[in-house]
Nanobody, 123 residues
């Protein structure tokens, strides 16, 4: 299993970024995919998740600002991040797991496979 994130960077408050996560080495279409954020000194927290049929789940803090999507042909999951604010600053990780999407954001332990992370900094 390999998950490779990209798209992080530094942006001013109010700006946008799109994160990508390229998946390989497993049956991508069968898994729930999630994005988690970890700020310095804090726990890794669920941000958004999408199941194999496209049902989504978002943390309250990002609803209406972030959009998760997945491309089955490209085996890639995306996180469109709009109206960013400094509280969104974190390392963002892509994850794959066999978990119902409605539970997916409750704990990182539902996800068995992780990428290396991509840093998002909002000033």
């Amino acid at each position: 299993v390999q998950l490779v994130e990209s798209g992080g960077g530094s942006v001013q408050a109010g700006g946008s970024l799109r994160l990508s996560c390229a998946a390989s080495g497993f049956s991508y279409s069968r898994y729930c995919m999630g994005w988690f954020g970890q700020a310095p000194g804090k726990e890794r927290e669920g941000v958004a998740a999408i199941d194999r049929v496209g049902t989504t789940n978002y943390a309250d803090s990002v609803k209406g600002r972030f959009t998760i999507s997945r491309d089955y042909a490209k085996k890639t999951v995306y996180l469109q991040m709009d109206s960013l604010n400094p509280e969104d600053t974190a390392m963002y990780y892509c994850a794959a797991g066999e978990v119902p999407v409605r539970q997916a954001l409750r704990s990182r332990h539902y996800f068995a496979s992780w990428g290396q992370g991509t840093q998002v900094t909002v000033s």
